[in-house]
């Protein structure tokens, strides 16, 4: 394992700390009712981000807007579901074509 051959000095160690700043945080007014707000969260005075209610803190907030998306994923579910009986058609219209050939080929050696 490395080990340092010289202890660092205080002088050297402040130098090299030096560069070491606090930034100040990016800010944003809010779009409904104009609060200074961080970037990128939803306002603590009224509850809204990017123009729309999402918190309870509004009063105009309806918990409906869950209910929805809730909604959406049996929906999702139902397109697999499409996509398997799909697979299973594909494969039912592939065993009747490998079966025409050789009914083909049989009735070719009847004819004979």
């Known amino acids: 394992m490395a080990v340092p051959k ?3 000095g205080k002088s ?3 130098k ?3 560069n ?3 930034t100040v945080p990016a800010t944003t007014k809010c779009s409904n009712c104009g609060a ?3 970037t990128h969260t939803v306002c603590p005075e009224c509850g809204s981000y990017k123009g729309k209610v999402v918190s309870i803190k509004n009063e105009n907030y ?3 807007v869950q209910e929805a998306k809730a909604e959406e994923k049996p929906k999702a579910k139902r397109t ?3 996509k398997a009986e799909t697979k299973v058609e594909a494969e039912v ?3 009747k074509a490998e079966e025409a050939p050789a009914e083909t080929k049989e009735e070719a050696k009847t004819e004979e």
């Open 93 to 95: 219209k592939e065993t």
């Open 36 to 38: 200074i707000v961080p």
């Open 62 to 64: 309806k918990p409906e």
């Open 80 to 82: 697999r579901a499409k």
């Open 6 to 8: 010289k202890r660092t």
């Open 16 to 18: 090299r700390r030096a």
């Open 12 to 14: 050297a160690q402040a």
């Open 20 to 22: 070491w700043k606090a």
